[in-house]
C-alpha cells in the first residue's frame, strides 16, 4: 500500500512537471514573436534557470552538488542531453520541418525507453504497455495533424530524432541520478552544465534579442518577465519535479506519462493563443489518453526476464543506466 502511495505521489509529479514544461510553449513562442530567435530564447531561458537555482543550492546545500569522480558522467551526461540536447536539437528540428512533425519525432522518446528496458536490462513489460505506447503515438501525430501533404527535410528529421534520444537520455540518466543523489544537486549541476554548453553553441552576441513586450492571453508583460516566469516555471520546477518522479517511478511509465505534454501544450495554446482543437485532433486527445490509461493499468511492474537471474529494474537501476 505504502509502494502505491509512493508511485501514486511520482505520477502526480510526473505529470505537474509535464504540465509546467508545456507552459513553456505558449511563453516561449510570446517571446519568438516579439523578435527573438530559438536560439536566443532556449539560450537565455537555460541560461537564466541555471543562474537563479545553482548559487542557491551551493550556498543552502553544498553536499547536494558533491559528486563522486567515479559519477561526474551522471550530471555531466544529463546536462548535456537531458537539458542542452533536447532543446537545441528541437530547434534545429523546428527550423527545417513543420513543427507538429518535429513533435511527434522528439516525443519517440517512450518508445526508446521502453526498448532499452526490455533489451539492455532484459526486463519484459506486458504487452499492454507496448500497446498502450502505440496508441499513445497514434494519438500525438492525430493531434498534430500530419497529413499525406507534410513535407520532410532529412537534416531536420535527423534532429528530430537525436532530440528523442536526448530525451531519453534525459529519463535514464535522471532516473539514475535521481536515486543516488539529490535531486535539487542534479537539477542544479545539469542546469548550469546545460546552460554552458548551450552558451557555447550560442553566444549570445550571436543571438537575435529585442525589448519588445510580450503579448500573452491578451494581456501585454516585460520580455524580461516572461524570461523571467519561463525559466523559473518552464524550466527550473519541472526539471525539480521530473527528477523527484523518476526517484521513485518505473523509468518505462515516466517515459510514456511524458505524452502529457503535448496533451497539455495543446490545451494551454487554446486558452491562451485561441488554437482550438479539431475534430481529428480531438479524436487523438481521445486516443492518447486511452493509451495512457493502457499502460497505468497494464500493471507497469517490471517483470525480469529470468525470475532466478535478475533483480526489479526499479531497484536495480541504482547500480546501472
Not at 504540465?19 to 536566443?40: E, H, M, R, T
Not at 539560450?43 to 558533491?66: D, E, K, T
Not at 518505473?250 to 517515459?255: C, E, F, H, I, R
Request: proline share 7%.
Amino acid at each position: 500500500m505504502a509502494d502505491q502511495g509512493g508511485t501514486a505521489r511520482a505520477t502526480g509529479l510526473s505529470l505537474v512537471s509535464w504540465a509546467l514544461f508545456a507552459s513553456s510553449g505558449p511563453l516561449a513562442k510570446a517571446v519568438l514573436d516579439a523578435g527573438w530567435s530559438p536560439a536566443a530564447v532556449t539560450a537565455v531561458r537555460i541560461g537564466l534557470a541555471a543562474v537563479l537555482l545553482a548559487p542557491g543550492v551551493a550556498l543552502l546545500r553544498p553536499r547536494a552538488l558533491r559528486f563522486r569522480r567515479a559519477e561526474l558522467w551522471l550530471p555531466l551526461g544529463y546536462g548535456l542531453l537531458g537539458v542542452a540536447g533536447v532543446q537545441l536539437f528541437f530547434f534545429v528540428a523546428v527550423s527545417r520541418i513543420p513543427v507538429a512533425v518535429a513533435m511527434v519525432l522528439v516525443n519517440l522518446s517512450p518508445v526508446l525507453v521502453a526498448l532499452w528496458v526490455r533489451v539492455v536490462r532484459r526486463t519484459r513489460l506486458p504487452a499492454a504497455v507496448w500497446l498502450g505506447i502505440a496508441l499513445a503515438i497514434a494519438g500525438l501525430v492525430l493531434i498534430a495533424g500530419l497529413g499525406p501533404g507534410t513535407q520532410l527535410d532529412f537534416l531536420g528529421v535527423a534532429a528530430g530524432l537525436a532530440s528523442a534520444v536526448c530525451s531519453a537520455g534525459y529519463f535514464l540518466l535522471g532516473e539514475r541520478g535521481a536515486r543516488r543523489h539529490d535531486p535539487l544537486g542534479m537539477t542544479a549541476a545539469g542546469l548550469a552544465i546545460g546552460a554552458v554548453a548551450t552558451l557555447a553553441v550560442s553566444p549570445l552576441w550571436t543571438l537575435a534579442i529585442a525589448a519588445n513586450p510580450v503579448s500573452l492571453g491578451g494581456a501585454t508583460i516585460p520580455v524580461w518577465l516572461a524570461l523571467l516566469i519561463l525559466a523559473v516555471f518552464g524550466t527550473v520546477l519541472p526539471y525539480l519535479a521530473g527528477l523527484h518522479a523518476l526517484s521513485s517511478l518505473p523509468v518505462a511509465l515516466a517515459g510514456v506519462l511524458a505524452l502529457a505534454e503535448p496533451l497539455a501544450a495543446a490545451l494551454l495554446a487554446w486558452l491562451l493563443l485561441g488554437q482550438a482543437l479539431g475534430p481529428v485532433q480531438l479524436i487523438g486527445v481521445a486516443v492518447l489518453l486511452g493509451g495512457g490509461v493502457l499502460v497505468q493499468t497494464g500493471k507497469l511492474a517490471p517483470q525480469p526476464e529470468s525470475a532466478a537471474g535478475q533483480a526489479n529494474p526499479v531497484t536495480s537501476s541504482r547500480r546501472r543506466p
